[in-house]
């Protein structure tokens, strides 16, 4: 049976750890996103643009537009997004509460950043089958979007 905890992951490559503050980890990954966001590569920019759009933090925009003015994303833009993304109406409000939170709320994003990537990996379409999957053969799950990915350590 595999753990159902939380892999301690012994990357290094990043400072986004667990061991930061919930708002420290954001304003980080933000600022990553930022750089992504005004890439002059579109495999970098777009993924980034199609979120802050569809976050509707920009809706005046369609993603060309906002391609063409990436270069004025600001990291206000970005830190609106991912407070959406949580569930929040604005950052304002996601500063004032995510630091009570468990750091395990913002697992998605260390996904993305490949902070489990020592780890197996069973993706899912939707969390009720990750979870039927988890209670037979054990994971720590990550809601990623739609999907859920069960991390095998």
């Known amino acids: 049976m595999w753990s159902t905890s939380i892999p301690?992951?012994?990357?290094?490559?990043?400072?986004?750890?667990?061991?930061?503050?919930?708002?420290?980890?954001?304003?980080?990954?933000?600022?990553?996103?930022?750089?992504?966001?005004?890439?002059l590569e579109s495999s970098k920019?777009?993924?980034v643009l199609r979120r802050i759009i569809a976050m509707k933090v920009m809706p005046e925009l369609r993603v060309t537009d906002l391609y063409a003015v990436r270069a004025s994303i600001q990291l206000?833009?970005?830190?609106?997004?991912?407070?959406?993304?949580?569930?929040?109406?604005?950052?304002?409000?996601?500063?004032?509460?995510?630091d009570l939170c468990d750091a395990v709320k913002l697992d998605r994003y260390r996904l993305e950043l490949g902070m489990f990537g020592d780890f197996q990996q069973?993706?899912?379409?939707?969390?009720?089958?990750?979870?039927?999957?988890?209670?037979?053969?054990?994971g720590y799950l990550v809601a990623y979007g739609k999907q859920t990915?069960?991390?095998l350590a």
């Not at 991912?82 to 950052?91: D, I, P, R, V």
């Not at 069973?122 to 054990?138: R, S, Y």
Request: charged letters at 30%.
């Open 8 to 39: 301690a992951s012994k990357n290094s490559r990043h400072d986004f750890g667990n061991h930061i503050r919930n708002s420290d980890f954001l304003r980080r990954y933000a600022r990553r996103l930022l750089r992504d966001a005004r890439s």
């Open 45 to 47: 920019s777009l993924p």
């Open 76 to 98: 206000k833009h970005i830190l609106h997004t991912l407070a959406k993304e949580l569930g929040y109406a604005a950052w304002e409000l996601c500063k004032q509460d995510i």
């Open 122 to 138: 069973n993706w899912f379409p939707d969390e009720v089958t990750a979870l039927d999957w988890q209670k037979v053969n054990g």
């Open 149 to 151: 990915v069960a991390i």
